[in-house]
T-cell receptor
Framework: SAVISQKPSRDICQRGTSLTIQCQVD?????MFWYRQQPGQSLTLIAT?????????ESGFVIDKFPISRPNLTFSTLTVSNMSPEDSSIYLC????????????FGPGTRLTVL | SQQGEEDPQALSIQEGENATMNCSYK?????LQWYRQNSGRGLVHLIL?????REKHSGRLRVTLDTSKKSSSLLITASRAADTASYFC????????????FGTGTRLTIIP
């Protein structure tokens, strides 16, 4: 399975600021996704990160708030913009390697606290 | 909105006993995946079962899928303290729509 790393692993930020989270995979993958897990809750998909084009956002999530980049097949970033305490969550990237497998693997997550 | 509901929300059992968690979903799916999460960390993939499969095994794990009832179950046999975690089911609708919709999760506690 793909090895996925995320940076930072955790951060504490002030409201109104922005944080960019990086997701790096050790091999090329066909699909990358970003999820949010609010405290005590399950996971919700934010968007599908498309290589070389704009991400596809789920209902309730917008590009101005969560800009996403995916410049190549192994790397993506998620920015949480103009943060508020309600953005305090764990943010996770996930990948599908392709090649006939649709198992989705997750990174270790970024725990964000907004004060 | 959540695709699935998991039952029970929380489960505590003695070490060595079997643990069963159930997942229900609302629409037709291509596959269903089970994950484990320890203390708010990343998700560990446990098993994937496709819509044309009824049962899969992996070590101490047994997963069943009943597409007529839109439900799945995860059985952990001979539980260990290290199995203490939250368990989530997640469904994917199909090719071209691989994004996962997660259930509410079951918090499993194994009592030594």
């Amino acid at each position: 399975s793909a090895v996925i790393s995320q940076k930072p692993s955790r951060d504490i930020c002030q409201r109104g600021t922005s944080l960019t989270i990086q997701c790096q995979v050790d091999s090329q993958v066909t699909m990358m996704f970003w999820y949010r897990q609010q405290p005590g809750q399950s996971l919700t998909l934010i968007a599908t990160a498309n290589q070389g084009s704009e991400a596809t956002y789920e209902s309730g999530f917008v590009i101005d708030k969560f800009p996403i980049s995916r410049p190549n097949l192994t790397f993506s970033t998620l920015t949480v913009s103009n943060m508020s305490p309600e953005d305090s969550s764990i943010y996770l990237c996930s990948v599908i390697q392709g090649g006939g497998t649709d198992t989705q693997y997750f990174g270790p997550g970024t725990r964000l606290t907004v004060l | 909105s959540q695709q699935g509901e998991e039952d029970p929300q929380a489960l505590s059992i003695q070490e060595g006993e079997n643990a069963t968690m159930n997942c229900s979903y609302k629409t037709s799916i291509n596959n269903l995946q089970w994950y484990r999460q320890n203390s708010g960390r990343g998700l560990v993939h446990l098993i994937l079962i496709r819509s044309n499969e009824r049962e899969k095994h992996s070590g101490r794990l047994r997963v069943t899928l009943d597409t007529s009832k839109k439900s799945s179950s995860l059985l952990i046999t001979a539980s260990r303290a290290a199995d203490t975690a939250s368990y989530f089911c997640a469904t994917a609708l199909g090719i071209g729509n691989e994004k996962l919709t997660f259930g509410t999760g079951t918090r499993l506690t194994i009592i030594p």
